[in-house]
């Protein structure tokens, strides 16, 4: 299996995380690379979008890191076993997620669980980096088609926020303790993933219950599939909540009281953790967990196989994000407002305006 040389090179233009102004909470620096060849399975794709996910502010202090993990583009050049062995060719439009690699060797990867692989690579450890730039390259295997029904820019915040939560409805669909007619699916937080989940679990058919500290999130909640609506701010609502959910999807990066919505579950039930609290740490007590065999799970994006699955589904019940448009040259004041929770509910960043625009 041979290198494949690309000649002339091709340049790439985009931003790296770099060291930190003073009084600034991050800084781009932007950046010029070249990519000259192409390993057996890998794929440069040109970048039409690229979207900002929460877990991207985790690498603004990863001086030299090139962020981005949700990303759309139309494969360019294919390394020389590609065709051979992955449906991936030249033309096609493509996504990439949070994940770049795996080893495709261990017994993880040989039952397609790849994603889950202990020797996967994350999106900044791709050859040229991550989506803020105008091209990447990739793991052809890890690249996977767009269905023409979807828009480049409404398909990237799917790659990462729609993976994460069709993932956890898709293998926790079934409960021993709830009928799937009486299966209840709770989506705590109204965010980038929150918005997702509510027209996810909605169009797979599921009751499905808004959990928000702020009364006025009603109507939108609602508008993305929400059955009911629950404010959980006081102590009565907790209660009256008690054993009502087969599965609470929590999208919230802060911490917050597990025990008060672990005990909101049935019997069986899943408390599934989408989102990362600065403290690294879930905290729950056992016995509401014992006593009623409830589980806290979390959700490491989705498999491969999953994310074609999950792309589709979403093409055929017209689900797509609520996105705030902007362009990659405005990178700083993007990243600015997903760190200040001010999203409404996805940041794009049209990287290459002309393919946008011929999709309109
Ligand atoms: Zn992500
Ligand atoms: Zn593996």
């Known amino acids: 299996m ?23 909470e991050f800084s781009f620096r932007p950046i010029k690379q070249q990519v000259k060849s192409l390993g057996p399975l890998e794929v440069f794709v040109e970048v039409i979008a690229s979207s900002i996910c929460y877990t991207d502010i985790h690498s603004l202090h990863n001086v030299g890191c090139i962020p981005g993990h949700e990303i759309v583009g139309i494969v360019r050049h294919v390394g020389e076993q ?41 999106f900044d450890k791709a050859p040229i980096g991550g989506g803020f730039q105008t091209g990447v390259v990739w793991d052809a295997r890890f690249v996977f088609p767009i269905p023409d029904k979807l828009k480049s820019v409404d398909a990237s915040p799917l790659l990462c926020a729609g993976a994460t939560v069709y993932s956890p409805l898709y293998y926790y669909r079934e409960s021993p303790y709830s009928k799937r007619n009486e299966f209840v699916v709770a989506v705590l937080g109204l965010g980038g993933l929150g918005h997702l989940a509510l027209q996810f679990a909605k169009k797979m058919g599921f009751h499905v219950v808004a959990l928000s500290t702020n009364a006025n999130k009603e109507k939108e909640c609602r508008s993305f599939g929400a059955d009911e609506f629950f404010v959980h701010t006081e102590e009565n609502d907790a209660k009256s909540l008690s054993c009502k959910f087969d599965m609470i999807l929590n999208t919230v990066s802060t911490d917050i009281d597990n025990d008060k919505f672990i005990q909101m579950l049935k019997p069986f039930g899943k408390m599934v953790m989408l989102g990362l ?12 967990l014992i006593l009623k065999d409830r589980a806290i799970v979390g959700s490491a994006s989705a498999t491969p196989d999953l994310m074609k699955e999950m792309l589709q589904f979403a093409a055929d019940h017209n689900i797509k994000p609520q996105i705030e448009l902007t362009t990659l040259d405005n990178v700083t004041q993007a990243v600015e407002k997903v760190l200040k929770n001010q999203a409404r509910y996805r940041v794009v960043m049209a990287v290459n305006q002309a393919l946008i625009d011929k999709e309109n």
């Open 2 to 24: 041979s290198i494949k040389e690309i000649n002339p090179p091709i340049q790439v233009s985009g931003y790296a995380v770099a060291e930190k102004e003073e009084g600034k």
């Open 82 to 122: 590609v065709e051979k062995e992955t449906k991936i060719k030249v033309s096609d439009r493509v996504g990439m997620g949070w994940h770049y690699t795996s080893c495709f060797e261990c017994p993880t990867c040989k039952n397609h669980f790849e994603n889950l692989c202990d020797k996967t690579l994350p």
């Open 277 to 288: 609290p600065d403290s690294g740490i879930y905290k729950a007590s056992a016995f509401p």
